[in-house]
């Protein structure tokens, strides 16, 4: 790439204007690298939308495609379903780097298919895995990778509050579905691509649902257990069905329309990550463990209480559009690629079919295998 075409803001186009595809927007707008290309979604509101970020309006991908000059790259955040379906389309136009919201893919088969399209066509897959760039994740990550917990051997999370009955209609009734639908592909693949962010790929999950309240066809929660390659073994409870303020947006404050949680003792912690000298919270981000001293250290001991500094002015969704400027200009590796993006997937896969066998499932590469007969 040229100096002159460095200096150059890369153009992004918007595929899908519901909850997410505003967000990001509005973080584009705020980087000096990166302009508005434009907006596409059939939905009337659309229009509306694309008028207040005084951008240009596409009814439908065909009309996006067949715009001159074309986007430099493009980010799709339309439902899960049709990821993949318009990833394709865009890459076969020659769009060579594409941001695909969460799930990558609603199955591994297309998932695959995606990326072998991709490599094809010499395109690059990044996958909207945000809270990989959100302050506490990074501040956790670092403490955990910096060693001082010693060696991690378990994990407990947990992600529960109550989604309000409007979430599943008019446009988000396919949230009802359990195909495309469902708390583990919309919310729980969140958390998993956290946790391998944090400690590894997971090989091994048993989850049980939990019973449903709605009556839709969709799962709303269930118990999760997980194995990591590491031999890090974990437990999560997953529910978008009850009043709570365990779970990543409220903890964090991230997402502006759910308010966020006092932390205090710990009100907000959605993360215990424990390891052979210490463990600590997440996001209060409390660090617990011994004095350092002759001597072995264990329960008689008093416990020593460490808080862990975190930068709250960074905002998630400004990050990914810059390191997305990054990749595009400068070739850096995406922080959450498409094979990453995918591997997330593969876990969330894992654990419906898990829901639905009562069986142990292995995760081997692309592949999950039950391993074991229906438990009791």
Known sequence: MT????????????????????????????????????????APHAIQIATSLSTTYHSS?????????????????????????????CIEAGIKHVLVEKPVSTSIQEGVELLSVAKEHDATILVGHHR???????????????????????????????????????IGEWRRNGESGGVVLINLIHELDLLQYLLGKITMV????SKKTRGFD???????????????????MLSDAVPSPWNFEAGTGENPTIPKVDMENGAGGFYRI????GGISVPDLTRWSYEVGEGEKAWNDKLKKDEICVDTGIVPFDEQIK??????????????????????????????VAMKSGEMIEIEGLDIVKRSSKQN
């Open 3 to 42: 100096s002159a075409v460095a200096e150059q803001p890369i153009s992004i186009a918007i595929v899908g204007s519901g909850l997410i595809g505003p967000r990001h927007a509005q973080s584009i707008l705020r980087n000096p690298q990166a302009t508005l290309h434009s907006l596409t979604d059939p």
């Open 206 to 209: 048993s989850a049980i649902e």
């Open 323 to 352: 390191h997305l400027v990054q990749v595009v200009k400068e070739g850096k590796q995406p922080i959450c690629s498409g094979e990453e993006g995918l591997s997330a997937m593969v876990v969330c896969e894992a654990v419906r």
């Open 132 to 170: 990989r760039f959100n302050p506490y994740l990074v501040s956790a990550k670092t403490e955990l990778d910096s060693g001082v917990l010693g060696q991690i051997i378990g994990v407990q999370g947990i992600w529960a509050l109550k989604k309000s009955s409007s979430y599943f209609d008019g």
């Open 274 to 277: 424990l390891g052979t000298r």
């Open 61 to 89: 991908l065909p009309s996006l495609l067949s715009s001159s000059p074309l986007p430099t790259t493009v980010l799709i955040c339309t439902p899960n379903h049709t990821h993949v379906p318009i990833a394709i389309s």
């Open 218 to 236: 969709a799962e709303e929660g269930g118990a999760i257990i997980l194995r990591f390659e590491s031999g890090v073994v974990g437990t999560f």
